[in-house]
T-cell receptor, first 115, second 116 residues
Framework: AQSVTQLDSHVSVSEGTPVLLRCNYSSSYSPSLFWYVQHPNKGLQLLLKYTSAATLVKGINGFEAEFKKSETSFHLTKPSAHMSDAAEYFCVVSAGRNYGQNFVFGPGTRLSVLP | GAVVSQHPSRVICKSGTSVKIECRSLDFQATTMFWYRQFPKKSLMLMATSNEGSKATYEQGVEKDKFLINHASLTLSTLTVTSAHPEDSSFYIC????????????FGPGTRLTVL
């Protein structure tokens, strides 16, 4: 079984400052990890994914995340926040032989960007 | 590529009626699709796994007779909320996995259901 913890339910940053959204996971198998973004009343958009290749993963819109097995973490970062980054962010872990049914969502982190 | 659509995007219905939501993979075949429910300001909750040509697999606590799922083709899965009640009001999101491709779920834009 796997689980995901997003340590902050809400993060607020000023425009132009760095963003850090934290994610920790637990998994019995080697995991695949994903970050999705959801804008209000919209579906989910994939930001980036880790699937056992390079541990530092670059995604869209300047986001990146680093897989740290020793810390069981997959934190999402961005050097400089933009107003359009304000949204809900979900960390997702998937592992085991039946990937589809083991796609576990974290509780989400709401990112606010202040002018 | 890998676009998933949902129809309708928003629906309002009266209590006791049934509502059908469609999920389509527009440019790829999907042997497996998933249906999620999202409550306001909450994360996604997996309701069921829909497999083309076979019965859906429901998560614990999800009523199969209430939420009917049909996956009639490799590009279409439908979720029918039967005898809807106000507590069924929610945001329903589907996703699809590319048949034979690398594992990744492609999500639809969601359907907002409001039951009066």
């Amino acid at each position: 079984a796997q689980s995901v913890t997003q340590l902050d339910s809400h993060v607020s940053v000023s425009e132009g400052t760095p963003v850090l959204l934290r994610c920790n996971y637990s998994s019995s198998y080697s995991p695949s990890l994903f970050w999705y973004v959801q804008h209000p009343n919209k579906g989910l958009q994939l930001l980036l994914k880790y699937t056992s290749a390079a541990t530092l993963v670059k995604g869209i819109n300047g986001f990146e995340a680093e897989f740290k097995k020793s810390e069981t973490s997959f934190h999402l970062t961005k050097p400089s926040a933009h107003m359009s980054d304000a949204a809900e962010y979900f960390c997702v872990v998937s592992a085991g032989r039946n990937y589809g049914q083991n796609f576990v969502f974290g509780p989400g982190t709401r990112l606010s960007v202040l002018p | 590529g890998a676009v998933v659509s949902q129809h309708p995007s928003r629906v309002i219905c009266k209590s006791g009626t049934s509502v059908k939501i469609e999920c389509r993979s527009l440019d790829f075949q999907a042997t497996t699709m998933f249906w999620y429910r999202q409550f306001p300001k909450k994360s996604l909750m997996l309701m069921a796994t829909s497999n083309e040509g076979s019965k859906a697999t429901y998560e614990q606590g999800v009523e199969k007779d209430k939420f009917l799922i049909n996956h009639a083709s490799l590009t279409l899965s439908t979720l029918t909320v039967t005898s809807a009640h106000p507590e069924d009001s929610s945001f329903y999101i589907c996703s699809a996995v590319l048949a034979g491709g690398p594992f990744e779920q492609f999500f639809g834009p969601g359907t907002r259901l409001t039951v009066l």
